[in-house]
């Protein structure tokens, strides 16, 4: 399937485009699940502590991570959500004048804080499908290139890049050019697509990983992201971390999300089915709609993001009139195959 992918990317503001909130906010691809009474529990006990101070550098949430993935807990790095450590690793292993490559579009986060850490963008346009193009992402890395970012899910696609095609891309890259592999939607990846990075970091001493609570495990609010890799990365990257910079809700809260690892393994489920429902709808009115393995899809436009803002849904939206959504609640799933087909509602499941 051909689809149409421009960069356009501008900022994600709440409400920007709105004067009044929309009757759905479907921007920000958050998960419609509010926390699960037991995470909301934990991180409650912690409050009643708020007059400390927590961690000065943090120790039990790496460890805690560390433990989940099977790394040394000097191989995790934390920080205020996946877009804190993002930034922590251009500051630390870029310096101002250097590039970074990344694909266009692109989760905002990536031009907005090379801006702020003074590289210059590169960005790789998709290829047509709504695919990184790592052959065109090899030719565009060069000596003054820094850091190159990879998306496994794609962020506004939701496309994934074969696990071969990583595996060529990364060990083609020259070794001195550290690669993030963002996978902050990973949890919605199939078992099949599912590469097992630490096979991939024992392999690439330049690889980090970073993932994030924001969006499988709907903790976007509480600001709780990692990156791991190998130990003298790891190190490079936490030399800027900051003192008493995580709050101490997060410990609970990851322990209670682990905690209840079933619960929200069914609700990413779910999440999938809704999405795939409603792509199959707007695939059959002849949306060209890439196969997302995330918690959202992309709407090509000219058009989408107007429909969906008339009909009071805010959406990610882009210079030609594309839109992404956010799925998985049955109610905004069924107003957006209405604003955008005029059908009534036949999605929820
Ligand atoms: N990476 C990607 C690809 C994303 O889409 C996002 C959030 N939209 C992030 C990182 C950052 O997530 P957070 O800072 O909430 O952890």
């Given at each position: 399937m051909s689809v149409r992918v421009v960069d356009g990317t501008r900022p994600s503001h709440r409400y920007r485009t709105h004067r009044v909130p929309p009757r759905f906010d479907l921007a920000l691809s958050e998960n419609p699940f509010p926390p699960l009474p037991s995470v909301l529990r934990a991180v409650h006990m912690t409050l009643a502590q708020a007059n400390r101070y927590p961690e000065f550098l943090p120790r039990r949430l790496p460890t805690l991570i560390a433990q989940h993935l099977g790394v040394g807990a000097d191989q995790v790095v934390v920080g205020s959500g996946a877009t804190g450590v993002a930034l922590q690793i251009l500051q630390t292993l870029t310096?101002?004048?250097?590039?970074?490559?990344?694909?266009?579009?692109?989760?905002?986060?990536?031009?907005?804080?090379?801006?702020?850490?003074?590289?210059?963008?590169?960005?790789?346009?998709?290829?047509?499908?709504?695919?990184?193009?790592?052959?065109?992402?090899?030719r565009a890395v060069d000596r003054r290139t820094a850091l190159i970012v990879v998306c496994r899910p794609h962020n506004p696609t939701g496309t994934v890049i074969p696990a071969d095609d990583l595996k060529a891309f990364l060990s083609d890259v020259p070794s001195r050019v550290p690669v993030v592999l963002d996978e902050a939607y990973v949890e919605f990846l199939g078992a099949t697509a599912y590469v097992d990075p630490r096979a991939l970091i024992a392999k690439h001493p330049n690889l980090v990983v970073l993932r994030t609570f924001s969006k499988a495990y709907g903790l976007a609010g509480l600001r709780i992201g990692y990156a791991f890799g190998r130990t003298e990365l790891i190190a490079r990257i936490g030399t800027l971390q900051l003192p008493f910079g995580m709050g101490a809700a997060a410990v609970a809260a990851v322990a209670a999300s682990y905690a209840a690892a079933p619960e929200l393994a069914a609700r990413t489920l779910r999440i999938a089915e809704r999405r795939d429902a409603l792509r199959s709808a707007l695939l059959a009115h002849g949306f060209a709609i890439p196969e997302s393995h995330a918690n959202f899809l992309y709407v090509p436009g000219p058009g989408a993001n107007t429909a969906l803002r008339r009909a009071g849904i805010a959406a990610k939206s882009y210079a030609d009139g594309s839109a992404r959504i956010a799925v998985g609640d049955p109610a905004s799933d069924d107003a957006v195959l209405q604003a955008l087909t005029a059908d009534p509602p036949r999605v929820t499941t």
């Open positions: 310096t101002p004048g250097d590039e970074i490559v990344y694909s266009a579009p692109t989760f905002d986060g990536y031009p907005i804080m090379a801006e702020m850490a003074g590289v210059t963008a590169v960005p790789v346009p998709l290829d047509s499908a709504g695919n990184q193009d790592l052959r065109a992402m090899r």
